[in-house]
């Protein structure tokens, strides 16, 4: 049995089209309507899973997933571990990307900016509405580290239920979120014939944002 190729993987898009006049003036409301969209398409499975793009000290790029917990108009807000690679990235250079693939709806959101610690008041908020395996878990995990086995952080998470056996499990120190500045958005939908359309949202000088569109 052959096995599939990707090449012959072709769809249409045709769900629907984007134009300057249907766009919003402030692309987080335009994102406030794309996310509503996503969120009430049963085929979007996490619509807050998007990728988070870091560069390295020495120019290296590396992506992930993260969920997107909190957005308004200062920025995206997601959570992690500080002592993660992505957070090394961070701390070296907080220019980053997300991008928001809600293939469903033959579209994708990407975003540019700079990241920037969300306060520790932030943070602890978020964290104590986590349920409680979650909280168990950030203190499990020294993230992105190599770990020899499986059963040594099923160990940790037994330490760290009777460490914290008689109240509140509190926030680590090295876990907290993460907001991101958005300088750049891009809205894409799929078309009919690969002729896309993608939107760029630009800040102009005078606060608002500049729309272009972009060639597909
Ligand atoms: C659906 C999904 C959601 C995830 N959400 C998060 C998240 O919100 N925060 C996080 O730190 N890692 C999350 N992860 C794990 C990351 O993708 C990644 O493996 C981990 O953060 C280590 O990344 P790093 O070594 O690049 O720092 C998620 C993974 C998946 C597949």
Known sequence: ??????????????????????????????????????????????????SLATVDA???????????????????????NYESRKARDIAANPRVALLLPWLALERQVKIEGRAERVSRTETVKYFLSRPIGHRLGAWVSQQSSVVSSRSLLLTKLEEMKRRFADGEVPCPDFWGGYRVVPSRFEFWQGGKDRIHDSFAYLPAADGSWTIERLAP
């Not at 402030?26 to 794309?34: E, H, K, L």
């Not at 290296?60 to 993260?66: G, N």
């Open 58 to 80: 020495g120019g290296q790029p590396s992506l992930r997933t993260v969920l997107l917990k909190a957005y308004d108009e200062r920025g995206f807000v997601f959570f992690t």
């Open 1 to 50: 049995m052959s096995t599939p190729d990707p090449a012959s993987q072709r769809r249409s898009y045709e769900r629907g089209s984007l134009t300057r006049e249907t766009l919003l003036p402030d692309p987080v409301a335009q994102f406030r309507q794309w996310f509503t969209d996503a969120t009430g398409t049963p085929e979007v499975i996490e619509p807050n899973a998007m």
